[in-house]
């Protein structure tokens, strides 16, 4: 009786709860992202301790060997995961990346350390496309990318301002630990809900095969992109205008308060106004774009939002500009879903690990060069941020920095004008990206209304 109920158990854990669907990769992402957005404020208050001399270069090197690890390592875990399963790996990369939480008030050195290693599996991203993937089909597709993209700004929505709460009444110690039984609770979801969307004759079909070399190395994937000039240009265009917005990420929430003097709470209240509109940029506004102007005119509107965006952070130096300028980078967020779909339309359905793994290294090669670029920038424009004020005290009364940590200039973000540019020229790039028609030739000769390309199921799901 009692190993029948051991196999019924461990029957049921590889199971998981229903079927495959976009919501077990929702709720995956949510909980992952939602435990590291409460670690925001305390974030910011470790790194400057630790580091107190050139706090926001440290922080550029910890995330370029982070983002280098995630180049390297990310091929090798698609192509593993169109072998094994996605459920397995997904399992892995949330461990590894959550595992320096707890490490953040016990051990700030190896906490530091332990972000940098787990760069080789922070790849989440590149297993939830590929488990999308798998349980959609290609006119679906872009929908279902563009509500996970959503899900990770909705777990940025609160989770900053009540890591800012919590810290300020409670102490950081009570946010981290918030923070890992969250992380604890995604990896139970993984194990306990989440079934397996590879489909078994897949999986047993590419069970015995090996995995080679070429298949693992990053670089063999870059020049085997080379050989299809449309992946090639939809790479380039990801690099040119994902490097920026990863630096951006990473100095952004220094910036605004060192720079633009917002306080602990505006700032909280400013990535949840951001987040929201972001939501709302990557349901209902990317699925209208992608139906009537179609994939690569979408990706252009994106592109055509970062620009002014960028542009605009680089040359506003009041609050109200940088209010705007946000509901700016909230419509440019409907990019990256959009490139998404337009790569996984181009690769076969075994494929969709090694082709969203592809793009998830060109992101995380993006994640180690931009913190570090605008880093040496803001370094090199004498933008310093060595005398930062403590952000944890009183939640209600944040005062203003009584120093003003830097002159006013005509460009008060280099960096953020420089990273316009490089989207400029993306923006060119994926001028040059050939437009997939939609339909079938067989289809041809239907009317546009017919066509099965403007038909989104997941837009007739309630739930959604």
Same mark, same amino acid.
């Given at each position: ?109 190896? &906490? ?7 760069? /080789?599996?922070? $790849? +989440?991203?590149?297993? %939830?496309? #590929? =488990? ?12 279902? &990318? ?7 700004? /909705?777990?940025? $929505? +609160?989770?900053?301002? %009540?890591? #800012? =709460? ?299």
């Amino acid at each position: 009786m009692t190993h029948v109920c051991v196999v019924s158990l461990s029957f049921q854990l590889q199971q998981g709860i229903g079927r495959p669907s976009v919501y077990h990769a929702v709720v995956v992402i949510f909980l992952e992202f939602f435990s590291w957005g409460l670690l925001t404020t305390p974030m910011l208050t470790v790194l400057h301790e630790t580091f107190p001399q050139h706090t926001f270069l440290m922080n550029g090197l910890i995330q370029g060997v982070k983002g280098l690890l995630s180049f390297m390592s990310a091929p090798l875990i698609g192509a593993l995961s169109d072998v094994w399963g996605r459920r397995s790996f997904l399992l892995v990369t949330v461990f590894f990346t959550c595992a320096p939480i707890p490490l953040m008030r016990l051990s700030p050195w190896w &906490y530091f350390a332990m972000i940098s290693m787990s760069g /080789a599996f922070s $790849v +989440t991203f590149s297993v %939830i496309f #590929a =488990y999308v993937a798998d349980v959609t089909d290609e006119r679906e597709r872009s929908t279902a &990318y563009g509500l996970v993209s959503a899900t990770f700004a /909705a777990s940025l $929505v +609160t989770s900053p301002a %009540i890591g #800012a =709460y919590l810290s300020a009444w409670y102490g950081d110690n009570l946010v981290v630990l918030v923070a890992t039984l969250i992380a604890l609770a995604d990896i139970c979801f993984i194990l306990l809900a989440v079934p397996e969307s590879l489909p078994d004759k897949m999986r047993l079909s590419s069970w015995g095969t090996p995995i080679s070399w070429e298949q693992a190395d990053p670089f063999a994937s870059l020049r085997k992109v080379g050989q299809d000039s449309t992946v090639l240009l939809i790479c380039i265009t990801v690099f040119l205008s994902y490097l920026p917005e990863a630096g951006q990420y990473s100095s952004f929430f220094l910036y605004l308060r060192q720079v633009i003097n917002f306080s602990s709470t505006t700032l909280a209240v400013f990535i949840g106004v951001v987040g929201i509109l972001s939501i709302v940029a990557q349901t209902l506004f990317l699925t209208l774009l992608m139906r009537t102007l179609g994939t690569k005119n979408t990706v252009l509107l994106g592109l055509g939002f970062q620009i002014l965006q960028l542009a605009w952070y680089g040359f506003g130096s009041e609050p109200w500009m940088m209010w705007a300028a946000g509901a700016v980078a909230a419509m440019s967020s409907i990019t990256f879903p959009a490139v998404s779909a337009l790569v996984s339309q181009s690769a076969d359905p075994d494929k969709q690990g090694v082709v969203q793994g592809m793009i998830t290294g060109i992101r995380g090669l993006c994640n180690g060069l931009g913190p570090a670029l605008y880093g040496f920038i803001f370094f090199l424009f004498n933008v310093e941020f060595n005398s930062m004020d403590p952000i944890q005290g009183d939640y209600n009364i944040d005062p203003l920095p009584l120093d003003s940590p830097t002159e006013r200039a005509l460009i008060p973000g280099p960096p953020f004008l420089l990273g316009a540019c490089t989207v400029v020229i993306a923006f060119l790039v994926a001028l040059f990206i050939p437009e997939k028609t939609s339909c079938s030739s067989s289809s041809s000769q239907l009317p546009p209304a017919a066509c099965d390309a403007d038909f989104e199921p997941l837009l007739h799901d309630s739930i959604v």
